[in-house]
């Protein structure tokens, strides 16, 4: 069993091949980034020596003075195997060989001979052809300058994935939704450490609810092993698998093997060990920001509150659309909201699910049908639609509607347009724990991943 | 040769424990007459031979034989198809009928497939697939997954099927083809019929892997 705590709480690091010329380098970049913001200590490795930044550069990394944790790769992949062994020997925790110039250019050899020394030592090391371990604050080994990164808050979803520039992409998505992020991995050729490795480590992993992957395909029956350990795994997890379209097809001479294409058997198999599956990069977002707040799974009937009618109505199209149920209210359900709501919204509203509240709206009509709905048996999740352009409706809703919702154990997830100038009525619902999406399709896809998710 | 010819393959069935239907492997004339009187008209008549794989193509296949008289006339027919190697000569079945498959999947290994099938199958390709070994939970997942399932469970006055047979039928098969792994490369059962009275794999087709071909 590998110990990948030095690739993610080192308290030394090492970036091998760093230029003494060329400051835009990506080893560089990864140097400067972690000298001048990390707390922990870097070192500079270059066989000719010298000095960058005002920093001894070591010729090698047995000659720097203390012992070194992670070791970050970044030298050409011809070097890259005499490198690690310099690194097994010299005591060094763990590697991200960030180097591409292996498998997926025809050099199995190199890798091989990395994967063969890293096992006979127990070295662990993410890639190579990677761009390796996003674990703020000690690690950041993305060769991308700070100023061009951007950065998701804090929070409880761990990615990893075989694609750096998707995995990218997903932070910048994260950000913007304000889907909180505890680590970020890029796998790359996954020569040594593949998905298994890390759902494993993640699974101890504190600081991880949520784990997301970005799978390109898995190698021979290791889907197998995969699936087997996720359907053990007691923390929601979620895939979005990349190139669903059939390549090249082999002459195919049974009606199992034509029907049972390799996409349709990895959906089938992903959702049998009760993985949920993320159609596109747009799903994976909302799914990773429900699955992050709530961890109760249910059984399909919604209701939904909506200030406007025809948003209500296109929400319940697309509950139609995944499944989702919308079913009507009892009449005592309805009398008991329609008694208690403002004398202006009492009679023009529509309450029979959805519950269409009117544009005359005030706080308290929201909170009165959501803890109706909290207590109807007909419901199991509420989504709440907001149009923040009326005027009765102000930015303490989110806390108002969490406090009721937060006993009853059903899920609550808001739509809200994420425009900057209703951040704080945003943040009123994300900081007292409901999720908010800033589209409809996402508030319905938030409800969806709570009802695939089988270890909820 | 790329897969196991069908009268072989339904023995390896029975042995695993999969019903299929009395049949007999008649190699000239007078056998497929004995064969169509122990068994009883009307039979199902369909060609051997290693050279033709869909054989409903090649008009390999002949339903409602009534007759010794139809059964000679069947017999000469497919003796002019190509690498005739003599008549399976079966008892005829009724009922629904489904695809029972298995796939060895380079991802995931050996998975099974149950559905609608019969000549139609990639036409409706209404299907669902697990990987094996699977368990009664699966069975039922794999059932209420289907578009058809209500044909099954009983349709418009039809009697339902034998759920029980065909839920163990499908981990028996599911089992059999874990044990299996590696030599093979995908297994059709196609038609499965099923009934009140049980599910038999009416025709079966063991697909080898490339490199034991």
């Not at chain 1, 790769?73 to 110039?101: K, M, N, Y």
């Not at chain 1, 199992?256 to 993320?278: C, I, K, N, P």
Request: include cysteine; aromatic fraction near 6%; proline fraction near 6%.
């Amino acid at each position: 069993m590998l110990n990948l705590q030095p690739l993610f709480r080192p308290e030394s690091i090492a970036v091998i091949g760093v230029s003494l010329t060329n400051d835009r380098h990506p080893a560089n970049v990864i140097f400067n980034k972690a000298h001048l913001r990390s707390p922990v200590k870097v070192f500079a490795v270059n066989p000719k020596g010298g000095e960058i930044q005002g920093q001894s550069v070591y010729p090698t990394v047995s000659d720097i003075p203390q012992s070194v944790d992670l070791a970050i790769i970044a030298v050409r992949s011809e070097h890259a195997p005499d490198v690690l062994d310099e690194c097994i020997r010299a005591g060094v925790g763990g590697a991200t060989i960030i180097s591409g110039g292996f498998a997926e250019v025809g050099r199995q050899d190199l890798q091989d001979r990395m994967v063969t020394s890293a096992r006979k030592s127990e070295f662990p090391f993410i890639g190579p052809n990677c761009l390796g371990i996003y674990a703020p604050p000690q690690v950041d080994t993305f060769f991308l300058p700070a100023e061009r990164m951007v950065r998701p808050e804090p929070g409880n979803v761990a990615l990893v994935s075989q694609s750096g520039g998707v995995l990218v992409d997903q932070l910048v998505k994260f950000a913007n939704e304000g889907v909180g992020l505890s680590k970020a991995i890029s796998i790359g050729n996954k020569a040594l450490i593949n998905e298994l490795d890390l759902l494993e480590f993640l699974i101890k992993d504190q600081d991880t609810r949520v784990i997301a992957f970005y799978i390109e395909g898995f190698g021979k029956n290791q889907g197998r092993e995969f699936v087997q350990a996720a359907g053990r795994c007691p923390k929601p997890i979620v895939v979005l698998k990349a190139g669903k379209t059939p390549g090249g097809q082999r002459a195919i001479s049974s009606h199992t093997a034509s029907l049972a294409g390799d996409y349709t058997v990895f959906s089938a198999v992903l959702a049998q060990y009760g993985l949920v599956e993320a159609k596109n990069e747009f799903e994976m977002l909302s799914f990773c920001e429900s699955l992050s707040y709530y961890n109760r799974s249910f059984d399909g009937n919604i209701g939904i509150i909506s200030p406007s009618g025809g948003h209500a109505a296109l929400a319940v199209d697309v509950c139609a659309g995944h499944g989702l149920s919308v079913p009507e209210l009892s009449e005592p359900v309805q009398k008991n909201i329609k008694d208690r709501l403002s004398t202006s919204v009492r009679g023009i509203a529509t309450l029979r699910n959805p519950i269409d509240l009117t544009g005359s709206a005030v706080d308290r009509d929201f909170a009165v049908a959501a803890e109706g709905l909290s207590r109807a048996k007909e419901v199991d999740a509420v989504i709440v639609l907001l149009l923040p352009y009326s005027p009765g409706i102000s930015s303490d809703l989110g806390a108002r509607l969490s406090q009721m919702f937060r006993g009853t154990g059903k899920p609550l997830v808001a739509y809200v347009p994420h425009l900057e100038k209703y951040r704080m009525l945003i943040e009123g619902f994300e900081f007292n724990q409901i999720p908010v999406s800033s589209s409809i399709e996402g508030a319905v896809l938030m409800v969806e991943a709570l009802r695939r998710c089988r270890p909820c | 040769m790329g897969w196991v010819l069908e009268p072989e393959t339904k023995k390896l069935l029975a042995a695993a424990g999969v019903a299929v239907p009395i049949y007999r492997w008649a190699r000239n004339l007078e056998a497929a007459i004995q064969a169509g009187e122990e068994i009883g008209y009307p039979v199902v008549g369909k060609v051997v031979s290693p050279e033709i794989i869909h054989k409903s193509d090649a008009g390999g296949v002949v339903l409602g034989i009534e007759s010794e008289r139809a059964l000679r006339k069947i017999f000469k027919q497919f003796s002019k198809i190509k690498g005739f190697a003599g008549m399976l000569v079966e008892e005829t079945l009724s009922g629904i009928e489904l695809i029972v498959g298995a796939k060895s999947d380079y991802q995931f290994g050996p998975v099974i497939l149950v559905g609608i099938g019969g000549t139609g199958v990639e036409i409706y390709q209404d299907t669902s697939i697990r990987m094996a070994p699977i368990t009664d939970r699966d069975v039922t997942s794999m059932i209420k997954g289907l578009k058809a399932h209500k044909l099954l469970e009983g349709y418009r006055g039809a009697v339902p099927i034998d759920m029980e047979v065909l839920a163990r039928m499908l981990i028996q098969f599911s089992e059999w083809v874990m044990a299996l792994e590696g030599y093979f490369e995908s297994i059709d059962l196609n038609p499965v019929m099923c009934s009140r009275t049980g599910c038999v794999a009416a025709d079966a087709r063991i697909i080898l892997p490339v490199n034991q071909r």
